[in-house]
Every structure is written in structure tokens, then in C-alpha cells.
């Protein structure tokens, strides 16, 4: 689908990318990783044109369409719903051409509609839409009135729904919350055509990638597998370097040593030529030089509070008076508690964070809590606040001003800001050096509390494993919002839900609310709300394509519901097969075996009855609609 052959390319006075080599296989979902500022976001400009190659060493097939998401989209009076629909050219170019068309030609539009399945693209768009956190009543809403999050994700929907055949999504879990990049993850991994991924969040990189492409030392090297393969594929092939080096080493040293002892012997110099020879051919193996990252410094507090550290008494809070956000709070919190923070974009997760921080305060009920608590927050906005003509070296100046200038340039260090960046302005730092020295400088006095709003959205996968390793020794409570799944389940060991105007302790775990986020999203673009397609009736040739207003599912969500009770019938059926020849072939000395079996067959059949069942419902629902 993609061939990259010996790429070299240099610009900004770096090099890139040198002899670079990398073949795609169609529909192939890739992780595209690395480190921050290898260059991933320039190779992508490289393969959508924005960049020129220096001549043909990037190959795609001929009219291969090209996907991506590079800004937001535009805030124009058309509603959401429409604008996603016009995101497939084919079937936008198609409506309109249904308005000036002559009925001669209209039963050919409408057979191409049909074959393109054109009815269920409201139904598709909607669903979409719903995964990525809006709700039914913004589908009528003009894009004019979303803010420029949100019409990111309106470009990311576009993208999804359009399915070019290579798609190019840079950090699209940046602008998502936890449900947005759980139904991400789920939608990736049925995407039907190839898929190239620029992300830090192992997670989707597990759950959604068939392949990761590595970028480091200016070469592209492609492997097998989720990123947990990618990583044990790579210790192995350093493994074997290392071992290959140093095999290579004691050969070298071996033949060194014949040299040196016989090269002034005349019966041995033909030998001894021999031996300067091969040593001369020997290619010297290098090692890749190591990646390291610098750790976070979390300080734990230097005594316990007596507990409960945070108590929350039908507590209500909000921005207006008598217009609370969050109602009736009732929760409790230890010192030793890690609770991760669920729920969607617009449920209150921030305004809870500002309340436990003390930036709001409950407008009834109580929040009980030691005079001597200290809170440490770090939030997503903070990153963007900075002042850009800052340096490293000023903003550590106002928070110790007591220190010497070698205690601050110490301390920048130990964030991982070396000397030559430290006088470096805001705006020349990269998001990951900013959300560093953010989250230390959070967690610099030691807190009690660590409230953490999205941390890793500018860091890469090692940074991310840093602040990982820096939580787990953090002895005080955090309280964890994040749409990183793998840092959810890693830190976190209890879950609250907000949700409804409230926070509650969730039942469950990871995989059960990443369960939930799917089949919410599948439920509400079962039923969107729809804008009717304002092409005319046909004069002749089949049926109009529109969007159905009935109540229910659509005919082609009913016809996927048919299909996948029939294919399950034919899989239990199957199995029945088999345990019927099992039953046969059975020792009758053997009783457990066949009682065993026997169970297994009355659940198999039990199992068919009730798959039939659904198929006949939705085979009469079908029929019905």
C-alpha cells in the first residue's frame, strides 16, 4: 500500500531521515512511535505532499485516497450531522446531482447510491459521532457553535467516516477524553482499509495496531504486533547485537593476537597477511546508542494526615448560585487512595478537580478536609496559560526564591531540563519539556494530594512510563483523570464515575467501562436524529435514498443484527456437530468424559435456541421496516 525506498531527507539544518526503507502491506493498522522530535509528524507531511522528497522514494497506488487530520474544522452555519455526510465526496457529489439530474439518468444515481449503501450513512455518521462524546441533540446543531476541541473532533469524525484508503491520524487521543480513545480503539481495529497512527498511548497502540513502525537514528524499521511485541521484538534483536559484538570482539581480539605474535616471523607472515586481511574486512557492529529518560520528581509527604484525608457530605458545587454542576457528593478519600476519574467530556470531572484543589468552593453540604493538607494540580490548561517569553530558568526563580542559582539549575536538571535549556524561552520548548517542568513544579512541595487533568498528552511513551514509576512511589492519594487507559489501570485502584450530575464510586473495572463506552455509542447512533436529504422523487428507477425518521432501528442496523445471529447460529451449530461426534466416539468406561460432554452440549443447544430467536426477531423487524 505505502512503499518508502532509501529516504533521505534533511530540512530546518536537521536531517531527518537517511536511507530510510519501509513497506506497508494493505489495510494494515501501524503505530507510528518514537521519540519526541524524531521527525514522525515530518514523514507524514512527506507522504501527504506537504513536504517534497527529494525524488520518487515514496510509492502509493494510483488514486489512492489520502486521509488525515491537521486542524479543526471550520465553524460554518451547516449542521453537524451534514457536514460529517458531505465528508464522503461520492455520495455528497451524488445527492447533489439528483437535483439537476434528467430522469434518464436518475436510476443510474440512485443504483450507485444503493450500492454504496448510502441509507445507513446517517445512521454510520451518527454512531460516530456519539463515539466520539457528542450527544443526539448536537446533530442539528450548525458547526458555528462548537468550540475549536470540538471541531477537531469533528475533523476526526470526517476522517473516520470517509474511510480514505490510508489514513493518517497524528496524537488523535489528545483532543479525546477516556471514552472518545476507548471508542477509538474498538473503531480502529475494524477499519477496513490501512491506518498509520502517530501515538504515545500503549493502549490503542495493544489494541489497535496490526504492526508498529519505529522511527530512531534517522531509519524506519517496521515489526509485527502491538507495541508490548514491539517492545520484547526490539530486547531481543539488541540482545543478539550484543551478543554478535561481542562474538565479534573476542574474534578480532583472537586475530590481533596471531598478528602480533607472527607478523615478524618469516614462516608464519603468509598466515599473519592473511589475518590483517580479514580483520580489515570485518564490518564493526554498533550498538543503537541508549534512549534515556529523565525521571519525575514526586516528593511524598513527610507525615500522614489522620485520616479520612477528604470527606464530601451531600455536598453540591458549581459556578452560579443555585446552578450546581456536581449534586449531593457524598465520597470518601484516604491517604493511600488512587482514584481514577471517569466520564465524558462535560460531566464535571474538572469542576470536581477545582473543588478538591480549593479553586471552587461547594455551594451547599461539606468538604472536610485537614487545615494541613496540601494540594498539588496539574492541569492541561496550564501548559497553554505560560507566559512564552518565560524561561525554565525564571519560572524556578518564583518558586524558590530563597535557593541559590545552583540549587534551581540543580533542581531544572532533575526535571530533565539540561543547562543549555534552561534560559531556552517557553515558546522553544517542546509540550513534553513544558509538561515536565509543569508537573514538578506541581508536586515540589510535596502534597498530600496529587490531582493529576490529563498529564501525559505531550509525552512520549518513556516519559509516560517515567511518571508511571514516579506515582508508584508517590506515597499520598491521587486523583487521576486522564484518557490514557494503560496509566488508568496502572495507578488507579479505585474508580469513581461522573455522570448525571453527581460522582459515585463506578462497579467495575477497565474492561467493563471501556464496555460500556462501546455499546453506548453503538446504542444512541442506533436512533439519530436525522436531517432529512432534500433530494427530489425520482421520476423513474428505484426507490429514494433517505434517512428515516421512524422510531427504531434502521433497516441496515436490523440487517447487521440478522446477519450476525446467522453467523453465530452456523458457528453453535457447528460445535454441536462436534461434540455430537465426540459423544460417539466416547469410552463408555469414561462417565466424567461423557458427562462433561453432555453438559456442554445441553449449554450449546440452549445457546442456539436463543441465537435463532434473536434472528427471527430481527429478520420480522427487517421485514417490518
Known sequence: MLQIKDLTFSAWGRPFLEKASVSVPPGAKVGLVG????????????????????????????????????????????????????????????????????????????????????????????????????????????????????????????????????LLLDEPTNYLDLEGALWLEARLRKYPHTAIIISHDRELLNASCTHILHMANRRLELYTGGYDAFEKARAEKLRLLEATRAKQDAERAHLQAFVDRFKAKASKAAQAQSRVKRLAKMQPISLPPEERVAPFTLPSPPRPLAPPLIRLEKADVGYEPGKPVLRNLNLRMDEDDRI??????????????????????????????????????????????????????????????????????????????????????????????RARLLLNLVAMEAPHVLILDEPTNHLDIDSRRALLDALNEYQGAVILITHDRSLMELVADRLWLAADGTVKPFDGDMDDYARFVIDRAKAAGAKPRQVQDPSPEPVAGPAPVKASRKDGPSPSTLRFAAKKAEEKMASLTARLARIDDELANAAVANPKALGDLSRERAKVQSDLDAAEATWIEAEEALAEA
Open 35 to 166: 521519540r519526541n522530535g524524531v521527525g514522525k509528524s515530518t514523514l507524514f507531511k512527506l507522504i501527504l505532499g506537504e513536504l517534497q522528497a527529494p525524488g520518487d522514494e515514496i510509492s502509493l497506488p494510483k488514486q489512492a485516497r489520502i486521509g488525515s487530520v491537521d486542524q479543526e474544522h471550520p465553524a460554518t452555519p451547516v449542521t453537524l450531522l451534514d457536514t460529517i455526510l458531505e465528508a464522503d465526496e461520492e455520495r455528497h457529489t451524488l445527492m447533489q446531482r439528483l437535483e439537476t439530474a434528467d430522469p434518464e439518468d436518475m436510476g443510474e444515481i440512485w443504483e450507485r447510491l444503493i450500492s454504496i449503501d448510502a441509507e445507513s450513512a446517517p445512521a454510520r455518521a451518527a454512531e460516530i459521532l456519539v463515539g466520539l462524546g457528542f450527544t443526539q441533540e448536537d446533530l442539528d446543531r450548525p458547526m458555528s457553535e462548537f468550540s475549536g476541541g470540538w471541531r477537531m473532533r469533528v475533523a476526526l469524525a470526517a476522517a473516520l467516516f470517509a474511510e480514505p484508503d490510508i
Open 340 to 433: 481514577g476519574l471517569l466520564g465524558v467530556n462535560g460531566a464535571g470531572k474538572s469542576t470536581f478537580a477545582k473543588m478538591i484543589a480549593e479553586a471552587l468552593k461547594p455551594e451547599k453540604g461539606d468538604y472536610l478536609h485537614s487545615g494541613k493538607m496540601k494540594v498539588g494540580w496539574f492541569h492541561q490548561h496550564q501548559i497553554e496559560a505560560l507566559d512564552p517569553d518565560d524561561t525554565a530558568l525564571e519560572i524556578i526563580r518564583r518558586a524558590m526564591p530563597e535557593a541559590s542559582e545552583s540549587s534551581r539549575r540543580s533542581r531544572l536538571a532533575q526535571f530533565g531540563l539540561p543547562f543549555e535549556k534552561q534560559e531556552t524561552k517557553v515558546e522553544s520548548l517542546s509540550g513534553g519539556e
